[in-house]
């Protein structure tokens, strides 16, 4: 009877043991399994998230196979698993359970970017923001003069935020990355035209702004933007029109990629074949060099500039070597194979 007894307590304790055995690998195996980074490989945490929560949607997702008890047992055994943060996590390459909620417990979250491109319009950059991953969108209903508002910006919004690329988390505002970028150029402005140079016929940093997003568009040649500006400001100064297409294409309401003679003869408020000075805002969005070139224009006697053929322009003093430059211009384009 002893001997009995004996054998089913030694059956007993290797079955325990062969069954804690079967859990402890099965425990490892679900930690150290590569997780299946499914879709984009983002794993998002909002706010008020649990561990359970989370667990449930890794499993839910197919993230993690197994049981439901793994990351629970973890989580005990390792406390600080349970203080979960709010964010999207990228699963890497590799990634196993335990390097998800590291991220996810040290805030590793995934950086987001949208970039600003120099010369685009206002339009331009709201459609850029409402097709961003990442920002939460709350101006799609909104009018330009309603997020002027918002912005605590009187008038037109045009020209007002600053192209370079920004970064940021889920749960940014398309509102938070334009005051973002309404802030940065503020900024940008404020510096460039306390250092400006002396003699300008421009009345206001605003004015700084306008001339600089007529030079955005005027050029995509780096070392030109302060020639554009030597001539659009001596323009300025002998109350010359300044005679400059982008203005009227930003004026054009049925504008269509040809510029016509009919545009050139529509009195609008940007019209600058018409009117004389400096259209009533910016029409596009200059970028810094735009801006140190309007308030650093290039000495130098020309008056007027046109496409060279090659990507760049000539520039001339009088009104005949402007003629002649246009006539070589036209001959090098019907030229063209």
Known sequence: MKRLLLNLFLTIILLVGWGAGIFYLQYQKTLNAPLVAEGDGIVTVKRGDTLATLNRELIRRGIISGSDWVLPLYARLNPQAANIKAGDYRIDENATLPSLINDITNGKVVVYSVTVIEGKTFKDLRETLRQTAGLEHTLNS?????????LGLQGNPEGWFLPET????RGTTDLDMLKRMYDEMQRTLEKAWASRAEGLPLATPYEALILASIIEKETGVAAERPQISGVFTRRLQKNMLLQTDPTVIYGAADYHGDLTRK???????????INKGLPPTPIALPGKASIEAALHPADGDSLYFVADGTGGHTFSATYEEHQQAVADYLKKQQNKP
Not at 142 to 150: H, I, Q
Not at 263 to 273: G, I, W
């Open 263 to 273: 545009h050139l003869q529509t009195d609008t408020p940007y019209n600058t074949y």
């Open 142 to 150: 909104k009018t330009d003069a309603e997020v002027a508002t918002l």
């Open 166 to 169: 920004y970064q940021f988390n």
